[in-house]
């Protein structure tokens, strides 16, 4: 389904605690249960979402950017103000 | 760099294409993120519910994986990209000394650091002073 292009919006990827364990999650006894929150000195929760990048669609995970630093920035929305 | 909110990618193109690139030449260079349904922005504590949106969360995270820092801001104020920097070039300082040496207050890229230790305590007044502040 993720495979197809088209019109369907691929959705996120967050890892459930029992099908997948990220590199970072094993070394954690802090467990990745989704609404909880981060912590400066531990581990970011990896996740996968598409992405655009200079003009064409891709796939992003964040633990593939592991090995260099990562800036990882939310905000509230395209074409709003600030 | 990773930018991420819950529009879909298709709306980041058209954004980038329409808006971005007319403030950044060929539009901006690192990859915005959609999270539809706002489940990363809930891993990172940032999503909100009321809203829909994700408010605007700085996260910085090492080689590691590890989150070094973090900034949580409402929506109405922008970042201030040079203190991120800043902070960055500090936590990479820190890191290539395996934590050896520390940055002080008001710290900035070539300025003196802490070398913190039992001949340290008690002493910062001697390495840093408030003119180094500002």
Redesign the interface.
């Known amino acids: 389904m993720a495979e197809r292009p088209g019109c369907a919006?691929p959705?996120?990827v967050?890892p459930a605690a029992d099908t997948e364990t990220s590199?970072?999650s094993t070394d954690s006894p802090q467990q990745?249960v989704?609404?909880?929150?981060?912590?400066?000195?531990?581990?970011?929760?990896?996740?996968e979402?598409?992405?655009?990048?200079?003009?064409s669609?891709?796939n992003?995970k964040?633990?593939d950017?592991?090995?260099?630093?990562?800036?990882?920035?939310?905000?509230?929305?395209?074409?709003?103000f600030? | 760099?990773?930018?991420?909110?819950?529009?879909?990618?298709?709306?980041?193109?058209?954004?980038?294409e329409t808006?971005l690139s007319k403030m950044v030449d060929?539009?901006v260079?690192?990859?915005?993120?959609?999270?539809?349904?706002g489940?990363?922005?809930?891993?990172?504590?940032?999503y909100d519910d009321q809203?829909g949106?994700?408010?605007?969360?700085?996260?910085?995270?090492?080689?590691?994986?590890?989150?070094?820092?973090?900034e949580v801001m409402t929506?109405?104020?922008?970042?201030n990209f040079p203190e991120?920097i800043r902070q960055?070039k500090a936590y990479?300082h820190v890191r290539a000394t395996q934590g050896a040496e520390a940055c002080p207050a008001e710290w900035q890229p070539g300025k003196e650091t802490l070398k913190p230790g039992p001949d340290l305590v008690g002493k910062v007044w001697k390495v840093w002073k408030l003119e180094q502040a500002g």
């Open positions: 919006r959705g996120t967050v590199a970072t990745e989704p609404g909880m929150s981060v912590m400066v000195g531990r581990p970011a929760p990896d996740f979402a598409p992405a655009y990048h200079k003009g669609f891709t992003i964040l633990s950017n592991f090995g260099k630093w990562t800036l990882l920035c939310f905000y509230p929305g395209d074409f709003t600030v | 760099m990773l930018a991420c909110s819950v529009d879909s990618h298709f709306v980041h193109k058209i954004w980038d808006e060929g539009g260079p690192f990859p915005i993120l959609s999270d539809s349904g489940q990363i922005g809930r891993l990172y504590g940032v809203a949106v994700e408010v605007r969360g700085r996260f910085i995270i090492d080689p590691d994986g590890v989150i070094q820092a973090m929506p109405p104020v922008g970042r991120t960055i990479q």
